[in-house]
Nanobody
Framework: QVQLVESGGGLVQAGGSLRLSCSAS????????MGWFRQASGMEREFVAAISRGSGLYYRDSVKGRFTVSRDNAKNTVYLQMNSLKPEDTAVYYC????????????????WGQGTQVTVSS
């Protein structure tokens, strides 16, 4: 099993930046696609970004050019650097680990963190 813990969320003004971290334990970290999802109040969980087992990068259109996902396998950690934040980025952000290669759907992921709140004020 894999346990994931997100950190780095908080309050930020529009245009600001945050860096989220997701620390994993319990399994071979490098064998998993690592994804970021978010869920705004009253909305469905949506794909944000992911880095595959082969280090391919994937982003939803609305965050391209603003967010960067990366991983450090030696540290069992995945990051989401978020720049030029907008109020519509406000959500609980979840880290997830997927063992089978799927990228953009929640069903592609087996393990989930508890989430970290990101609030962007205007």
């Amino acid at each position: 099993q894999v346990q994931l813990v997100e950190s780095g969320g908080g309050l930020v003004q529009a245009g600001g930046s945050l860096r989220l971290s997701c620390s994993a334990s319990g399994r071979t970290f490098s064998s998993y696609t690592m994804g970021w999802f978010r869920q705004a109040s009253g909305m469905e969980r949506e794909f944000v970004a992911a880095i595959s087992r082969g280090s391919g990068l994937y982003y939803r259109d609305s965050v391209k050019g603003r967010f960067t996902v990366s991983r450090d396998n030696a540290k069992n950690t995945v990051y989401l650097q978020m720049n030029s934040l907008k109020p519509e980025d406000t959500a609980v952000y979840y880290c997830a680990a997927g063992p089978y290669g799927g990228i953009t759907r929640p069903m592609d992921y087996m393990y989930w963190g508890q989430g970290t709140q990101v609030t962007v004020s205007s």
